[in-house]
């Protein structure tokens, strides 16, 4: 990395600017982690609006590649929008390329018009030499950041897996049957010498609030040397056999006492108190720490170089029983017969969590409150949003799994929102910043969660995965996810295959339902069930269903009693290559699952306490399955097998009647998929039943031949991308059984799913909308043929629907209207240099809202010519309405089914330019007519608004894509045009996803130009 300077005299020249302009103080800059390491990033919080005025070492101009996007160079220096999350306003930098950034400096420039600049001194953050540890301290560490309306601090994450010297098992502690016993249960010893201190920490299974002070006592014996004390301290009973020379009690954060082995005290709070560092408990993280200094150590024959042997163990205050032990095999014989090194060193277990974000191309608004919702609140009053995971992992330093969906990307970057706590491009650029620092890890998989047995062999599946490589790429700017996320699960014997020709080796499976159902019950949960298991070649990780299920509950304000308890027998197991894993929708950890959509949960918050238990605890490494696949583990070898049947996780499973085909092809109790015929309009049925891929004859095999035969170029790459879009979540139905939770020993649901279920209306809508692919394979066709550019009408059937569409081309417009809102459906403009042409109309991967062929009201799909609204009818009929359709040489005439409205549009001979003249009943008042431009809508996908420029002059507004030295355009020109939409008011009718909405009105008769064009 390079970096740049701003010219000799920045830093004199930036200290007279600053000095010219307001000064404050009331910006209340925090940073953190205060003291950061190379490598590390950097958060900056105030709690004003306004933008960080920054530089590198002295001022210096960064490199581009550690410059957010967005950023403007201004006054000497780079500015950035701080983002506002949680009531104050944000921004992370870093981590900066290659260690070379020594310092970071900046100021704020308030929105007010003052600026903080730290009292004239302006903010200097040092970055130190990297470390494997952070220093301890006693008690409350650094600001790590906020979150749940909290703010979190380091607490015992300062120690690492190195300090950890031995473990203990749970629930072997001696019952005294009193509300402490769990307190007493010792989980996990450390020690750590540091600036001439011993540090020393314990865990405890459960450690209840207040218990110090009247239930648990801790004693660490300390060996340093030949000889010693054999008796136990402070009248417990028993001995040990390995004698101590010091012995440290402590019975709270204010009272301890330190013994040698003369039963005299050398340090005690009225005693040399000096050379006592502290002690503190955290119930909620369930751990004390404490330290001393090792001159005591030396003062009782340490020769300051020799290990150190410990023993640990706690008692209940008044009774003089050992109550547990760590790594004390048997605490009733009153004899402490094991000991531990500090030499020694810990096992851990490896904890995994996996963000599944997945949905349909949506609108921006749509966007905007998954990310963040200030409304939508969890119990406790705290924000939902997808941004809740983020914060967690980021905050506590967890890494985390994060499986975007190609079209949920694509919908983050095009969600633009002035304030960055809802910007999608914004959530984007968050996501690739914790890839890049390691602190997440991609998954990959198909574009748009299409279920993949369905479409094995045909291409389809390896057609979806490299469009969604391209889009993952693009937008998050990293390599190939290593890892393959089979839609919903469902799986069989051959859906490896595809996965394999997909180019993975690894993809995600479930230990309860897969490995159960394959390969026997006992198998699954057995150690089986935690490893990786390669299956017709391909490495499985397993989602383990009995943490999965309590990721979100929590015991007295950390991890789940069960967890704590698993996680600790998979540290201390000696088959280390296990990991447990846990999954959800991306909806639940936000707070917003689909079971309570319109009503937060206290999932984030919970699961917030979780990881940050799981963090504050080194015997567990909270890691990413890319992190685990690199660690080349030997998998559980399952061989080849044909026989594996279709299988999913355990709530489809039921809802399917154990099989997906009764969902795609149909049972006594689920209504069949692929014997429907999707509906044109009320009462009217398209001519081809949806089937299936491999059957000739029905719209999915036939949409899709048309798609393979279409010429290669920009066209069939929509194509493809129009198909796998439409064929999202394939099938699906809608369940009444919504019972998720409550299930018998065997793990099945008590609330049976007795009823007969129908597909889901906005499953229709989208699979119905596969027709639109061989709408743009005909267009690529075009493109690719040379056409005359003489002006062409044809009608025929271009969509698969068994009705004759219009087609108006030349040898640079494609265009294709429907009789359904005498609509243009979809446009298209061609390069004469190349012959290549791209989209201008009709967002054919955006999600319909519609079942059928219409449009629904509302910024889902727009169009071209859509009639908005007649205000003196105060109708949205004409929408949807039945349009009589004719044309001539060169021109379309589109009617309305009450005669009201004609519309006329016709194109010269090698013009771009499509005329509109309108003629309208006068007792329909004003028409708005609505048209959605889309030029490149791949290029709008991948790059959002940021690739989108619109020119309004007087008469004129045009939407524009530059894109790989590609331009593609759209204009209308009419003196009404406006992009200020009345419906559509935000984002300057950028809301429906992937469009440039314009509106013209006028009364009677009007026209206007429509222009297309690519070069």
Same mark, same amino acid.
């Given at each position: 990395?390079?970096?740049?300077?701003?010219? $000799?005299?920045?830093?004199?020249?930036?200290?007279?600017?600053?000095?010219?302009?307001?000064?404050?103080?009331?910006?209340?800059?925090?940073?953190? $982690?205060?003291?950061?390491?190379?490598?590390?990033?950097?958060?900056?919080?105030?709690?004003?609006?306004?933008?960080?005025?920054?530089?590198?070492?002295?001022?210096?101009?960064?490199?581009?590649?550690?410059?957010?996007?967005?950023?403007?160079?201004?006054?000497?220096?780079?500015?950035?929008?701080?983002?506002?999350?949680?009531?104050?306003?944000?921004?992370?930098?870093?981590?900066?390329?290659?260690?070379?950034?020594?310092?970071?400096?900046?100021? +704020?420039?308030?929105?007010?018009?003052?600026?903080?600049?730290?009292?004239?001194?302006?903010?200097?953050?040092?970055?130190?030499?990297?470390?494997?540890?952070?220093?301890?301290?006693?008690?409350?560490?650094?600001?790590?950041?906020? &979150?749940?309306?909290? &703010?979190?601090?380091?607490?015992?994450?300062?120690?690492?897996?190195?300090?950890?010297?031995?473990?203990?098992?749970?629930?072997?502690?001696?019952?005294?049957?009193?509300?402490?016993?769990?307190?007493?249960?010792?989980?996990?010893?450390?020690?750590?010498?540091?600036?001439?201190?011993?540090?020393?920490?314990?865990?405890?299974?459960?450690?209840?609030?207040?218990?110090?002070?009247?239930?648990?006592?801790?004693?660490?014996?300390?060996?340093?040397?030949?000889? !010693?004390?054999?008796?136990?301290?402070?009248?417990? #009973?028993?001995?040990?056999?390995? @004698?101590?020379?010091?012995?440290?009690?402590?019975?709270?954060?204010?009272?301890?006492?330190?013994?040698?082995?003369?039963?005299?005290?050398?340090?005690? @709070?009225? =005693?040399?108190?000096?050379?006592?560092?502290?002690?503190?408990?955290?119930?909620?993280?369930?751990?004390?720490?404490?330290?001393?200094?090792?001159?005591?150590?030396?003062?009782?024959?340490?020769?300051?170089?020799?290990?150190?042997?410990?023993?640990?163990?706690?008692?209940?205050?008044?009774?003089?029983?050992?109550?547990?032990?760590?790594?004390?095999?048997?605490?009733?014989?009153?004899?402490?017969?094991?000991?531990?090194?500090?030499?020694?060193?810990?096992?851990?277990?490896?904890?995994?969590?996996?963000?599944?974000?997945?949905?349909? +191309?949506?609108?921006?608004?749509?966007?905007?409150?998954?990310?963040?919702?200030?409304?939508?609140? &969890?119990? =406790?009053?705290?924000?939902?949003?997808?941004?809740?995971?983020?914060?967690?992992?980021?905050?506590?330093?967890?890494?985390?799994?994060?499986?975007?969906?190609?079209?949920?990307?694509?919908?983050?970057?095009?969600?633009?929102?002035?304030?960055?706590?809802?910007?999608?491009?914004?959530?984007?650029?968050?996501?690739?910043?914790?890839?890049?620092?390691?602190?997440?890890?991609?998954?990959?998989?198909?574009?748009?969660?299409?279920?993949?047995?369905?479409?094995?062999?045909?291409?389809?599946?390896?057609?979806? +995965?490299?469009?969604?490589?391209?889009?993952?790429?693009?937008?998050?700017?990293?390599?190939? $996810?290593?890892?393959?996320?089979?839609?919903?699960?469902?799986?069989?014997?051959?859906?490896?295959?595809?996965?394999?020709?997909?180019?993975?080796?690894?993809?995600?499976?479930?230990?309860? =339902?897969?490995?159960?159902?394959?390969?026997?019950?006992?198998?699954?949960?057995?150690?089986? /069930?935690?490893?990786?298991?390669?299956?017709?070649?391909?490495?499985?990780?397993?989602?383990?269903?009995? @943490?999965?299920?309590?990721?979100?509950?929590?015991?007295?304000?950390?991890?789940?009693?069960?967890?704590?308890?698993?996680?600790?027998?998979?540290?201390?197991?000696?088959?280390?290559?296990?990991?447990?894993?846990?999954?959800?929708?991306?909806?639940?950890?936000?707070?917003?699952?689909?079971?309570?959509?319109?009503?937060?949960?206290?999932?984030?918050?919970?699961?917030?306490?979780?990881? *940050?238990?799981?963090?504050? #605890?080194?015997?567990?490494?909270?890691?990413?399955?890319?992190?685990?696949?690199?660690?080349?583990?030997?998998?559980?070898?399952?061989?080849?097998?044909?026989?594996?049947?279709?299988? &999913?996780?355990?709530?489809?499973?039921?809802?399917?009647?154990?099989?997906?085909?009764?969902?795609?092809? /149909?049972?006594?109790?689920?209504?069949?998929?692929?014997?429907?015929?999707?509906?044109?309009?009320?009462?009217?049925?398209?001519?081809?039943?949806?089937?299936?891929?491999?059957?000739?004859?029905?719209?999915?095999?036939?949409?899709?031949?048309?798609?393979?035969?279409?010429?290669?170029?920009?066209?069939?790459?929509?194509?493809?991308?129009?198909?796998?879009?439409?064929?999202?979540?394939?099938?699906?139905?809608?369940?009444?059984?919504?019972?998720?939770?409550?299930?018998?020993?065997?793990?099945?649901?008590?609330?049976?799913?007795?009823?007969?279920?129908?597909?889901?209306?906005?499953?229709?809508?989208?699979?119905?909308?596969?027709?639109?692919?061989?709408?743009?394979?005909?267009?690529?066709?075009?493109?690719?043929?040379?056409?005359?550019?003489?002006?062409?009408?044809?009608?025929?059937?271009?969509?698969?629907?068994?009705?004759?569409?219009?087609?108006?081309? =030349?040898?640079?417009?494609?265009?294709?209207?429907?009789?359904?809102?005498?609509?243009?459906?979809?446009?298209?403009?061609?390069?004469?240099?190349?012959?290549?042409?791209? $989209?201008?109309?009709?967002?054919?991967?955006?999600?319909?809202?519609?079942?059928?062929?219409?449009?629904?009201?509302?910024?889902?799909?727009?169009? /071209?010519?859509?009639?908005?609204?007649?205000? !003196?009818?105060?109708?949205?009929?004409?929408?949807?309405?039945?349009?009589?359709?004719?044309?001539?040489?060169?021109?379309?005439?589109?009617?309305?089914?009450?005669?009201?409205?004609?519309?006329?549009?016709?194109?010269?001979?090698?013009?771009?330019?499509?005329?509109?003249?309108?003629?309208?009943?006068?007792?329909? /008042?004003?028409?708005?007519?609505?048209?959605?431009?889309?030029?490149?809508?791949?290029?709008?996908?991948?790059?959002?608004?940021?690739?989108?420029?619109?020119?309004?002059?007087?008469?004129?507004?045009?939407?524009?894509?530059?894109?790989?030295?590609?331009?593609?355009?759209?204009?209308?020109?009419?003196?009404?045009?406006?992009?200020?939409? +009345?419906?559509?008011?935000?984002?300057?009718? *950028?809301?429906?996803?992937?469009?440039?909405?314009?509106?013209?009105?006028?009364?009677?008769?009007?026209?206007?130009?429509?222009?297309?064009?690519?070069?």
């Amino acid at each position: 990395m390079r970096l740049f300077d701003c010219r $000799p005299s920045a830093p004199v020249l930036l200290a007279f600017l600053l000095a010219l302009l307001p000064l404050t103080s009331e910006g209340a800059v925090i940073v953190s $982690p205060a003291n950061p390491q190379r490598g590390e990033s950097v958060r900056i919080e105030s709690d004003q609006p306004g933008r960080l005025h920054w530089g590198v070492n002295g001022w210096r101009r960064p490199a581009p590649d550690d410059v957010p996007s967005g950023s403007k160079f201004e006054l000497g220096a780079m500015e950035t929008r701080l983002i506002s999350q949680n009531g104050r306003y944000s921004l992370t930098l870093g981590p900066f390329a290659n260690g070379v950034v020594q310092e970071l400096n900046f100021a +704020v420039r308030l929105d007010n018009g003052n600026w903080d600049t730290n009292g004239g001194k302006n903010y200097r953050v040092y970055f130190s030499e990297k470390s494997k540890k952070r220093p301890i301290t006693i008690g409350r560490g650094p600001r790590l950041g906020v &979150t749940m309306g909290r &703010t979190f601090y380091e607490e015992f994450q300062d120690w690492s897996k190195e300090d950890g010297h031995g473990l203990d098992r749970f629930l072997d502690r001696r019952a005294f049957h009193d509300s402490g016993d769990d307190s007493r249960d010792l989980l996990a010893f450390y020690s750590r010498k540091e600036n001439d201190n011993l540090y020393l920490r314990t865990d405890f299974f459960d450690l209840a609030h207040g218990a110090e002070q009247d239930k648990v006592n801790v004693a660490f014996l300390i060996d340093t040397r030949p000889g !010693g004390q054999s008796w136990l301290p402070d009248f417990v #009973h028993g001995q040990t056999s390995y @004698p101590w020379e010091l012995a440290v009690i402590v019975e709270s954060s204010h009272s301890y006492k330190v013994f040698n082995s003369a039963w005299k005290t050398v340090s005690a @709070p009225n =005693n040399r108190p000096q050379l006592w560092k502290g002690a503190y408990f955290r119930s909620d993280l369930d751990a004390m720490e404490c330290g001393l200094s090792l001159q005591l150590l030396r003062e009782n024959g340490w020769d300051g170089k020799s290990p150190l042997r410990f023993q640990v163990y706690t008692w209940k205050p008044g009774n003089n029983e050992i109550a547990d032990a760590v790594a004390e095999g048997n605490i009733y014989d009153r004899r402490l017969d094991d000991s531990i090194l500090e030499t020694d060193g810990i096992q851990t277990a490896k904890y995994s969590a996996i963000l599944h974000g997945n949905q349909a +191309v949506k609108r921006a608004s749509e966007i905007f409150e998954l990310i963040r919702n200030d409304h939508v609140k &969890t119990p =406790n009053g705290n924000q939902t949003g997808y941004h809740r995971a983020l914060e967690t992992h980021e905050i506590f330093n967890a890494p985390v799994n994060i499986h975007v969906s190609g079209t949920l990307a694509g919908s983050f970057q095009w969600a633009h929102h002035n304030d960055g706590g809802f910007d999608g491009p914004s959530f984007n650029r968050w996501i690739a910043h914790l890839t890049k620092s390691d602190r997440a890890s991609l998954i990959g998989g198909v574009l748009a969660e299409h279920i993949a047995p369905y479409f094995e062999t045909s291409g389809v599946n390896e057609a979806s +995965v490299e469009l969604n490589h391209k889009v993952l790429q693009s937008v998050y700017g990293v390599a190939v $996810p290593r890892i393959y996320w089979t839609p919903e699960r469902v799986i069989r014997a051959a859906t490896f295959n595809d996965i394999k020709s997909s180019g993975y080796d690894w993809t995600i499976v479930d230990q309860h =339902n897969h490995i159960w159902n394959w390969y026997g019950k006992n198998d699954a949960l057995s150690n089986n /069930g935690y490893k990786v298991n390669r299956i017709n070649g391909v490495n499985c990780f397993l989602i383990n269903d009995e @943490p999965d299920q309590v990721k979100f509950a929590v015991t007295d304000g950390g991890a789940y009693r069960n967890t704590r308890a698993l996680l600790l027998g998979k540290a201390m197991d000696p088959d280390q290559e296990q990991v447990v894993i846990v999954f959800d929708d991306w909806e639940a950890y936000a707070g917003r699952s689909f079971t309570s959509f319109g009503v937060g949960n206290d999932n984030p918050d919970n699961y917030n306490l979780n990881i *940050r238990w799981l963090a504050n #605890h080194p015997w567990v490494q909270v890691v990413t399955l890319d992190e685990v696949a690199s660690w080349n583990w030997k998998p559980v070898d399952r061989g080849q097998r044909s026989d594996l049947k279709m299988t &999913t996780y355990h709530w489809l499973n039921h809802a399917t009647e154990t099989n997906y085909d009764d969902w795609y092809y /149909g049972s006594s109790g689920e209504e069949s998929f692929a014997d429907q015929y999707p509906p044109l309009r009320p009462g009217q049925n398209a001519s081809k039943r949806f089937g299936d891929v491999w059957t000739p004859g029905t719209l999915f095999h036939d949409t899709w031949k048309d798609v393979q035969n279409a010429p290669e170029g920009p066209l069939k790459e929509l194509a493809k991308a129009t198909y796998c879009t439409a064929i999202f979540e394939t099938a699906w139905h809608d369940e009444d059984q919504h019972n998720y939770h409550d299930r018998d020993s065997a793990g099945d649901y008590l609330a049976p799913d007795t009823s007969y279920d129908r597909i889901s209306g906005w499953a229709f809508g989208m699979h119905n909308k596969v027709r639109d692919a061989s709408m743009i394979a005909s267009a690529a066709h075009w493109a690719k043929s040379n056409p005359s550019s003489q002006t062409k009408v044809e009608k025929r059937d271009v969509d698969q629907d068994g009705e004759a569409e219009t087609v108006l081309s =030349n040898n640079r417009v494609y265009a294709v209207f429907e009789n359904d809102g005498g609509r243009l459906v979809m446009a298209f403009a061609r390069r004469l240099s190349d012959g290549s042409a791209y $989209p201008v109309i009709g967002a054919s991967i955006v999600d319909p809202g519609a079942r059928r062929e219409g449009e629904i009201e509302g910024d889902f799909r727009v169009s /071209g010519l859509r009639d908005q609204w007649a205000s !003196g009818s105060s109708s949205d009929r004409y929408i949807n309405a039945h349009y009589n359709v004719s044309s001539s040489s060169n021109s379309v005439t589109l009617r309305s089914d009450d005669g009201k409205i004609s519309k006329v549009v016709s194109l010269a001979n090698g013009s771009d330019r499509l005329e509109v003249r309108y003629n309208t009943d006068a007792s329909l /008042g004003k028409v708005y007519v609505r048209t959605g431009l889309c030029p490149n809508l791949m290029a709008l996908f991948s790059e959002g608004q940021s690739a989108l420029d619109v020119t309004a002059t007087a008469g004129r507004i045009g939407a524009k894509v530059k894109h790989n030295g590609v331009t593609v355009q759209g204009m209308i020109e009419h003196s009404s045009v406006t992009d200020k939409i +009345v419906d559509s008011a935000f984002n300057n009718g *950028r809301n429906a996803a992937l469009t440039q909405q314009l509106e013209v009105t006028g009364r009677g008769s009007f026209q206007f130009t429509i222009i297309l064009s690519a070069w």
